[in-house]
């Protein structure tokens, strides 16, 4: 393959220099860093498709690109679901899906990645519960910020548990209703016992002994 020339964009000549480089300068944005290869290393497999006009859903064939180590999608106009297929880019290791117009779950089928060392799937409109496991109990905030509708670690935000039921106005007041009260005689029968017994209490120590209460206690007595 040595003395094989490729022609690149705006007529750039890519030489191959048989040591395993090509010779050409690139800018990267690899691992969340824009950096200048000088240099490509041939097996060295990056799809950098980042801050374009690129709009649709993004093709499941991506998954199929099994050699894939860096993958960049990031600010772009790009709809539709992560595609689950991305479980078979075994050796990729940076994913940045960030700032597009992303929808759904994320694909927990992405746990599986266990060479994924940077992701980034925050500014997007996905939803629903984080994936736990392997390398994804290990990225930051920052992969997931920008995203209402995401929930569980690392976010504050925690996911609700819709398995404990939940009891309404209308339930309470017909469990009420079969036990024979309610709050609302409790509450009734205790406003006007209380002034009554205040009453009753003020006029015994002010008037010492009442006359009919001592008549029928001993009446009660000498019976």
């Known amino acids: 393959m040595e003395g094989m020339k490729n022609v690149g964009e705006e007529g750039k000549t890519l030489q191959y220099l048989g040591d395993g480089y090509y010779q050409v300068s690139l800018i990267v944005n690899l691992k969340g860093s824009s950096f200048e290869m000088m240099k490509i290393i041939k097996d060295f497999t990056i799809l950098d498709f980042s801050n374009n006009h690129f709009h649709g859903e993004i093709p499941k064939l991506i998954g199929n690109l099994h050699a894939l180590r860096v993958l960049n999608l990031s600010q772009n106009n790009l709809t539709g ?24 779950e994320i694909p927990p089928q992405l746990t599986n990645l266990n060479f994924l060392e940077v ?105």
């Not at 995401?150 to 009420?176: I, K, Q, V, Y």
């Open 81 to 104: 679901c992560i595609p689950s297929s991305f479980e078979n880019l075994t050796a990729l290791e940076s994913l940045d899906l960030s700032s597009n117009k992303l929808v759904g």
């Open 119 to 223: 992701l980034n799937l925050s500014n997007n409109h996905l939803m629903g519960s984080i994936p736990q496991n392997n390398q994804f109990n290990t990225f930051p905030n920052t992969s997931y910020s920008g995203n209402a509708g995401l929930c569980g670690f690392p976010l504050s935000n925690r996911c609700g548990d819709d398995s404990a039921p939940h009891l309404s106005a209308s339930n309470e007041d017909d469990m009420e209703s079969e036990n024979g009260f309610g709050w609302q005689a409790v509450f009734i029968g205790f406003g006007c016992g209380v002034p009554f017994g205040l009453i009753m209490g003020y006029f015994v120590f002010a008037t010492g002994k009442p006359r009919w209460l001592v008549e029928m206690i001993e009446g009660k007595h000498l019976r």
